[in-house]
């Protein structure tokens, strides 16, 4: 554990790098210390031997390492109380009644993302309380379609589907009767299960070829239960920060903001606000993720916000906590 004169120090670094994003040297935390500039260079240089400040090659300044990040977010940084602007714009959407909780979420953590100029990123969940509404399939081509799920809740997926080999339309709509019949009011995590012992047996009595489109189906289904829905907001703002003025390092952030199944990897395990600074997410080493696991009314998900190392903790975790208050999660 570091001492007090340490410990705010640190603060003072951290703080002041989060808001200049330039290398903090003695002179500016003489006064506020009250101590010489020698004394502050050399708990400084005590800091830096331990792995809590970094020097940069640029100046004689220092900058927060990893490690100095994660002993001011569990050790010294106090969450930040909200302004009234802050909560006034959130409140906006909280009280508009017409709005499902999927836009309550995915809207406020647009105007978070406009507020913090970081990127947020919504991961939702089919909740097992998802029944099946509705099924409807629209051709494309000979070998090409379209299926529409609809949920009893509203929800809306579609998936494309590809058949192997040519199928008539009537064997299609005669299909899609045949499982709208069967599922209809079934629980979307157990559709899969309920195509496979109920309705497979059905379609083969009734339909042609009908392995070829159970097959297809199915697969659809699958994707359908197993994936989350993926919503990003703010993803150019993360490349606004000067951590991210290198080509290269831009080019690899864009590339994992596309890859869904990067993004997916954010999904949340753990109950509460956690913080994932640089190696300790998978996602990316520069960046840190802050997010948390909601659970309301059966509808189930991810709320993130992503942006560099240098981010302000305090604000960030005032907002999620917040959301997550307002959903009832």
Known sequence: ???????????????????????????????????????????????????????????????????????????????????????????????????????????????ISEMTNLTAVVLGKSSKENCVSKIEVVPINDQSLIAIVITDKGHVEHRNIVVSENVSLTDVKQ????????????PIDEVSMKLEYEVKPIIARYVKQHE?????????????????????????????QPEFNDTEKIRQIISKFEDREMVSSIESEENGV???????????????IIKAKYNSNGEEGTIALIGPKRMEYDRVISLLNYIMKNIGA
């Open 212 to 240: 070829v489109l159970y097959n297809a189906f199915y697969s659809a289904f699958s994707d359908f239960t197993n994936n989350s829905n993926i919503t990003l907001k703010g993803t150019k703002n993360i490349l606004m």
């Open 274 to 288: 956690n913080i994932y600074i640089g190696s300790e997410n998978d996602f990316d080493d520069n960046v840190t």
């Open 1 to 111: 554990m570091l001492n007090n004169r340490q410990s705010e120090l640190l603060k003072l670094i951290v703080e002041d790098y989060i808001k200049t994003a330039r290398p903090v040297g003695s002179k500016a935390l003489c006064d506020i210390l009250n101590c010489s500039s020698a004394t502050i260079r050399n708990e400084m240089a005590l800091l830096e031997e331990n792995g809590y400040l970094e020097k940069t090659h640029i100046s004689s300044g220092r900058v927060p390492s990893e490690k100095g990040y994660r002993y001011y977010v569990d050790n010294i940084m106090k969450p930040k109380e909200l302004t009234g602007e802050d909560m006034l714009k959130l409140q906006t959407i909280f009280n508009n009644n017409s709005l499902m909780l999927e836009d309550y979420i995915t809207k406020s953590m647009e105007i």
């Open 175 to 186: 299909t899609v009767d045949l499982i709208n019949k069967m599922i209809i009011g079934t």
